[in-house]
């Protein structure tokens, strides 16, 4: 699958298959092309050439069927600040048309299990960020989608915060759920059943994080990046 605008090749003839149910890391520094290709695999925006298809569907003919089965969250906007949790959880799970008693059904159960149900009614612009992420993360897999988009999903949040998110995302996994993810924490890669790194538009590595160790002879997946990053000519997405 390649991407490009005018003469410049944001993704330039990427290939991979994601597993279901896998936990995949998609890594890359500023420019290496991951944005463009997670716009395309989300269904936002077309390839210029290339196949390429998500949870089944094309990303040519059937983006629509895409946006209803994938879930997305990103570090920046997931949720509306202005709005209390609950009316977070009913305003998207009406999107992707649950039923009002089902949306109340699973949201009740939703906030019992975050340990929320006391803040329920709370405005999500009053929550700290940690408690903001672990329920953004918790409404993008609400609608029970096929695959979920996680984009720096754990960025500005303490060590503790990101383990349990990280638990939670395990245990999406095991519930069957495909999990994408981007990350600038290379002990997050490690948490990933398979990693692949882009560099300038290209996949220069893909395999499980002990044998990427392996292969770059490295003790961590930050000297495998390093590694690898140090190619990078471009120095934004």
């Given at each position: ?156 949040v303490d060590p503790i915060t990101r383990r349990q998110f990280w638990d939670m995302i395990y245990q999406a996994a095991n519930e069957g759920i495909t999990v994408f993810v981007t990350t600038h924490y290379m002990d997050e890669a490690e948490y990933c059943n398979r990693v692949t790194v882009m ?39």
């Amino acid at each position: 699958m390649s991407k490009h605008f005018g003469d410049f090749k944001a993704v330039d003839r990427i290939t991979f298959d994601v597993n279901e149910g896998e936990i995949f890391g998609f890594l890359g520094a500023n420019g290496a092309g991951k944005t463009t290709a997670m716009r395309i695999l989300c269904g936002l925006s077309f390839p210029t050439s290339g196949q390429a298809k998500v949870a089944g569907y094309d990303v040519y003919r059937q983006q629509e069927k895409i946006k209803k089965h994938i879930g997305y969250m990103s570090q920046k906007f997931s949720l509306y600040d202005n709005l209390t949790i609950l009316e977070n959880i009913e305003f998207y799970g009406g999107i992707y048309g649950i039923s009002r008693g089902e949306i109340r059904q699973r949201g009740d159960a939703l906030v019992k299990t975050l340990g929320l149900d006391k803040e329920a009614k709370k405005l999500v612009g009053s929550l700290p960020l940690g408690w903001k992420q672990k329920l953004a993360f918790s409404v993008a897999i609400f609608h029970r989608p096929r695959i979920v988009f996680l984009d720096e999903p754990t960025g500005g949040v303490d060590p503790i915060t990101r383990r349990q998110f990280w638990d939670m995302i395990y245990q999406a996994a095991n519930e069957g759920i495909t999990v994408f993810v981007t990350t600038h924490y290379m002990d997050e890669a490690e948490y990933c059943n398979r990693v692949t790194v882009m560099v300038d538009g290209r996949v220069e590595a893909l395999d499980t994080p002990a044998r990427l160790k392996r292969q770059f002879q490295s003790d961590s997946m930050d000297g495998v990046f390093y590694q690898l990053a140090r190619k990078a000519k471009r120095t934004s997405d």
